[in-house]
């Protein structure tokens, strides 16, 4: 890592305040995203151009992963709390690995569901487990640091994965997507190691306080805050204009509309590992102590402008502006992203109770999920349609509505939540550090 700084704090520093159990989190990120980078950009191009399931019927599947993953997440999210995020993580990285063998050799939508229904169950479990591992680990500014470190490490494992899987995947081979399908399924074995091995004994519990009324950690009591509300709401809209059409809108666009290569589709997420890598720690040094809200803010003029640029390739599809527009694209998106990340799990986790980690996170878990259900179905429909036009139309409005929700969002939190630390105190730090499995205090290696 670089000795660039974060809050004053070089990566160096930071690396050396961690504790251990933090400290393998991060070293195996990139080893562990390696897998899922091959197949991400790839998954749509697969069901269309290699199995030929059409894109209406590709994007209802795709949405099957959010629709089994948002089935999960509440009891997930109650669970983690109960029994903590180690045992979670297992089960949901072992059902990630699963789903990637069964998409291998998916050669029906039938299969592919059941592949996806794998999928699904990791992404559900995951997200609430690891958020509330992480949260246990790290406290204070440096875990708004490691969310976001930890997000560029994640990018780069995809990036790297997506140039591969762009230089290897081929369309008139179907064997090409089978061997990618199976590396990513062996990825799997690096988080299934490292909690069964150097992770064994943290657990990521938090006690639940003995005067608690009753029903206060129940999901309603939860959702009836007016802040978790509003963040609930600017995920969910978020990830609807953001990552699920990035993932299923943006690649069959690039292909249908623009007219690119997958080639240019695998080298566009490169160009997206690349900005997020190298301006990650810049960004955070940027961000310290600013507004969270109004981070998020820039965040989505960067969005606008960037589906805007995409939406311009189809006026010359196929040629060499169209490529570069879609690079600029992933470009644009990518510095939102560097935004984004650091943000939104640091304002759940700072506003959560320790002992409803789970729960807090599963609530931003399952807005994340509910956006990637509409996402896909809505770009397949439109995009099968040729309504491209209507399609860019419809995020950039979005990203005006998440402006609004952002401000609305900035005054139903305290400063500290909002990131300026010095102008509240802040909330009361975890009793104790994670402990062995036998501990009775109950506080995502990064998973794909």
């Not at 790839?42 to 993953?69: C, K, N, P, Q």
């Not at 955070?284 to 969005?303: E, Y």
């Not at 040729?386 to 139309?393: I, Q």
Request: charged share 10%.
């Amino acid at each position: 890592m670089s000795e660039q700084s974060t809050s004053g704090h070089s990566i160096r520093e930071f690396w050396g305040e961690l504790p251990p159990a933090g400290r393998w989190l991060l070293s195996t990120v990139a080893v562990q995203t390696l897998g899922r980078g091959l197949t991400l950009p790839f998954t749509v191009i697969y069901l269309h151009e290699v199995r030929g399931i059409s894109l209406d019927l590709a994007g209802l599947l795709m949405a099957f992963i959010a629709v089994v993953a948002l089935a999960v997440t509440g009891p997930a999210g109650a669970l983690t709390d109960r029994l903590g995020a180690r045992t979670m993580l297992l089960w949901g990285t072992s059902a990630q690995l699963v789903g990637c063998v069964v998409l291998a050799f998916a050669t029906t939508p039938l299969v592919v569901a059941v592949g996806f229904l794998f999928l699904g169950f990791n992404f559900g479990v995951s997200w609430p487990a690891f958020n509330a591992l992480v949260a246990a680990v790290v406290t204070g500014q440096a875990r708004q640091q490691y969310f976001g470190i930890n997000f560029a490490l994640v990018n780069l494992g995809i990036g790297l994965g997506g140039v591969i899987g762009g230089l290897y995947a081929d369309v008139d081979n179907p064997t090409s997507f089978t061997v990618i399908f199976l590396a990513d399924a062996a990825s799997m074995l690096v988080p299934i190691g490292l909690l069964l091995g150097p992770l064994r004994h943290v657990h990521g519990r938090a006690e639940k306080p003995e005067d608690e009324e009753v029903g206060a950690g129940s999901y309603l009591t939860i959702l009836r805050k007016p802040a978790v509300l509003w963040l609930t709401l600017m995920t969910f809209l978020g990830v609807f204009i953001g990552y699920g059409q990035m993932e299923a809108g943006f690649p069959a666009f690039a292909r249908q509309v623009s007219g690119v290569s997958t080639g240019v589709i695998g080298f566009a997420f490169a160009i997206n590992t690349a900005v997020i890598v190298g301006l990650q720690f810049f960004v955070l040094r940027r961000i310290s102590g600013k507004r969270r809200t109004r981070v998020l803010i820039v965040m989505v003029a960067l969005w606008a402008v960037a589906w805007i640029v995409l939406g311009l390739t189809g006026l010359v599809s196929g040629t060499v502006a169209a490529s570069a527009g879609v690079l600029l694209f992933h470009a644009l998106f990518a510095l939102g992203e560097t935004l984004l990340q650091p943000t939104i799990p640091a304002i759940t986790n700072d506003m959560a109770p320790d002992h409803l980690r789970g729960r807090y996170n599963a609530v931003n878990a399952g807005a994340f999920q509910a956006g990637t259900i509409l996402g896909p179905v809505v770009a397949g429909f439109m995009l099968n349609h040729e309504w491209s036009t209507g399609f860019v139309a419809m995020i950039v409005v979005g990203c005006a509505v998440m402006v609004v929700l952002s401000l609305t969002l900035e005054r139903r939190i305290t400063p500290f939540v909002n990131g300026l630390q010095g102008d509240s105190a802040p909330p009361t730090p975890p009793t104790e550090a994670p402990t062995s499995e036998k501990s009775s205090a109950e506080p995502r290696p990064a998973v794909s």
